[in-house]
């Protein structure tokens, strides 16, 4: 080792001036005047009242249902756990 122990692999009087990258504010894409612009044309729409969510064994007893009794199966082929998704399809 031919530095001492005091010594550093670089000099952070460099690093720490005012015209450092380092310290250069982050350069962000576009103007931050149009922040939240979609958000606030968005029309407000109150959320729908929904069933409230089975539970412990009765959601248990769901998914056994759904897993193993009412299976349809094409010889060959994988069961999916979302065989016919609803996005985008291609």
Known sequence: MGKGENE???DFR???KADS??????LVHGSLARAGKV???TPKV?????????TG???NRIL???RFVNVTTVPGAKRRMNPNPEGKSG
């Open 39 to 41: 958000k606030s044309q």
């Open 57 to 59: 064994r009765a959601y």
């Open 21 to 26: 990258p380092i310290l250069q504010p982050l």
């Open 64 to 66: 056994y249902n759904r």
């Open 14 to 16: 460099t690093i720490l």
């Open 46 to 54: 109150e959320p729908a009242e929904k069933k409230k969510k089975k």
């Open 8 to 10: 550093w692999c670089c």
